[in-house]
């Protein structure tokens, strides 16, 4: 059983309802909403209208006040739309209440953003972890819209029962009521789900095992920032880059070759957003670890959007949320050629070590190899070698491998000064048989 969203929603027309709290910053509603009709606009949504209530405190009956429902009914008829999607997310109790007051379909920003991974997931494992999602979002949720549910159920499909071959039949009680069912065709589902994403974790761990030897590096950043289009420049892949929010949700990693004959895995991740729902958080475990076990990610930050400091904190907060705040980190402001020399000045100022490009343009993205050449080159040994020419292929271990700074070569051997990762040196001891070094 895959519990796809209803795909009904998308072209029909759709009003955006935002609300601002006592303690909330106007401008960033503002924006937070704007970015709602950027994911409405994703999903196939046409937003037709976008209302914003201020008030003290939700109503904790229907989030908003009897007036603004009101509002919105009007709102809705006179342009004929069908869904109205606030920008929070609502409990249970408050849909049914909307709902059965507008009759319309209603949902929130954390359906919305499933709806856009739903639809957007390509691989086995994105589909596995997007499903999983939905199924902890739609659990306390159940009403009328899920009991196709258990038409599923009664066929005696064994996917019914989470792939286990069980019967659908099997799970009916006597006296159990359709939404019971429902209740227990879900939850078995999403026990199944998580048991086959441990599995998944296993191998992604065996994975990081494997690469153990070799730098690794993530991109990270709000959504839509530029991070595939950095990747593919970095890479020369041809990874999905599109303007649009949530382009990229498996991750994807290539080789990168850097100076000094340095060679680094990259790996481009999902982009992070406001209000990530944790149902994703929680179900991209497996994947997100990948950023937790780098060696350095690279903070990729939309250099020319209006909240530049609000999208660096949510990234700096999902970090800290998946346990990898404490990787090293470099800013890199992208889409540069969209900003004026003024901003980028301040930025500048403001965050000293960060660096500036254009991922589309390509500016920037040769210094951008060359700094992170200089960041790994600092955990390098450097290396002092009388090197016998009878371990010639020394040499050439230390030039595929390193960076040789000279070689002065003399009638009975080879002096060499020069900068090797430390995961190089078992391997370059073995062929130095008949060589002294000293490290420095």
């Given at each position: 059983m895959h519990l796809n969203y209803n795909t009904e929603?998308?072209?029909?027309?759709?009003?955006?309802?935002?609300?601002?709290?006592?303690?909330?910053?106007?401008?960033?509603?503002?924006?937070?909403?704007?970015?709602?009709?950027?994911?409405?606009?994703?999903?196939?949504?046409?937003?037709?209208?976008?209302?914003?209530?201020?008030?003290?405190?939700?109503?904790?009956?229907?989030?908003?006040?009897?007036?603004?429902?009101g509002e919105i009914k009007i709102t809705a008829d006179q342009t004929k739309s069908e869904i109205v999607v606030f920008d929070a997310d609502l409990s249970p109790a408050q849909t049914r209440n909307i709902e059965k007051i507008l009759n319309l379909v209603v949902i929130d920003r954390t359906g919305l953003i499933l709806q856009i991974f739903a639809q957007r997931a390509q691989t086995k494992e994105a589909k596995l972890q997007v499903n999983l999602a939905q199924l902890q979002y739609a659990l306390p949720r159940l009403t009328r819209m899920w009991t196709h549910l258990s038409r599923q159920a009664t066929a005696g499909s064994g996917a019914a029962s989470g792939g286990t071959g069980q019967s659908g039949g099997a799970v009916r009680g006597a006296g159990e009521t359709q939404l019971q069912i429902d209740r227990k065709l879900i939850s078995h589902q999403i026990s199944h789900l998580k048991k086959v994403l441990r599995d998944v974790e296993r191998q992604r761990q065996v994975q990081r095992h494997n690469r153990a030897k070799i730098v690794n590096i993530s991109l990270v950043g709000y959504t839509n920032a530029g991070k595939s289009t950095l990747f593919n420049a970095l890479t020369s892949a041809d990874q999905l880059a599109e303007d649009k929010l949530f382009a990229t949700l498996d991750p994807t990693t290539r080789t990168v070759e850097l100076p000094k004959n340095q060679e680094v895995l990259l790996t481009d991740t999902v982009g992070f957003i406001k209000k990530l729902p944790h149902q994703l958080v929680a179900a991209f475990k497996a994947t997100l670890e990948e950023v937790a076990e780098s060696n350095l990610l690279l903070h990729i930050v939309d250099a020319s959007h209006s909240q530049i400091d609000l999208h660096i904190q949510i990234v700096n907060n999902v970090l800290q949320e998946i346990g990898a705040s404490n990787v090293p980190s470099l800013i890199v402001f992208n889409k540069i050629d969209q900003v004026n020399e003024e901003l980028l000045c301040m930025l500048q100022i403001k965050h000293p070590k960060s660096l500036m490009i254009s991922a589309l343009q390509g500016d920037g993205t040769q210094n951008l190899k060359s700094h992170i050449a200089d960041i790994i080159s600092k955990h390098d040994i450097c290396l002092s070698i009388s090197l016998s020419y009878q371990d010639a292929k020394a040499l050439d271990y230390l030039y595929n491998h390193g960076h040789v700074v000279s070689a002065d070569y003399r009638t009975e051997e080879i002096l060499i000064q020069a900068q090797l990762p430390r995961r190089h040196l078992k391997p370059l001891d073995q062929l130095l048989i008949n060589s002294t070094h000293t490290i420095q």
């Open positions: 929603i998308q072209s029909k027309k759709a009003v955006l309802v935002g609300i601002k709290l006592r303690h909330d910053i106007h401008s960033e509603v503002e924006e937070s909403i704007r970015e709602l009709a950027d994911l409405a606009t994703t999903s196939g949504i046409k937003v037709t209208c976008e209302l914003i209530q201020t008030k003290a405190a939700p109503n904790a009956a229907h989030f908003i006040g009897q007036g603004k429902l």
